[in-house]
């Protein structure tokens, strides 16, 4: 069994920043490509971030392109980051975090094997 756990989020105001952080652990013998999704109430989930295994591959859903980055930990395995710069209040949601033992970086959530719980990210005006 896999599992993925998400931590960072909390309560910042427009313009502050954020780092989230997800890992995958358990049974885990392949080094993961990892996605980053939120969701907010009434909508469907969104593709945000998305890293290859080797972290040479990169891709953003354009609304975030240049405010976010997503990157691999240098130190240890199968651990990402997603840090979130000028923050605005429709950034607010539940932020997803996924895994797949794969190599390239997905930007479909149906593709994904392994979702953490989420971390909530609410941005204030």
């Known amino acids: 069994q896999v599992q993925v756990d998400e931590s960072g989020g909390g309560l910042v105001q427009a313009g502050d920043s954020l780092r989230l952080s997800c890992s995958a652990s358990?049974?885990?013998?392949?080094?993961?490509?990892f996605g980053w999704f939120r969701q907010s109430p009434g909508k469907e989930r969104e593709f945000l971030a998305a890293i290859s295994r080797d972290g040479s591959g990169v891709d953003y859903e354009h609304s975030v392109k240049g405010r976010f980055t997503i990157s691999r930990d240098n130190a240890v395995k199968n651990v990402v980051h997603l840090q979130m710069n000028n923050l605005k209040a429709e950034d607010t949601a539940v932020y997803y975090c996924?895994?797949?033992?794969?190599?390239?970086?997905?930007?479909?959530?149906?593709?994904?094997?392994?979702w953490g719980q989420g971390t909530q990210v609410t941005v204030s005006s």
């Open positions: 358990g049974r885990i013998g392949n080094i993961y490509s």
């Open positions: 996924a895994a797949k033992p794969a190599t390239y970086a997905y930007t479909t959530f149906r593709t994904y094997d392994y």
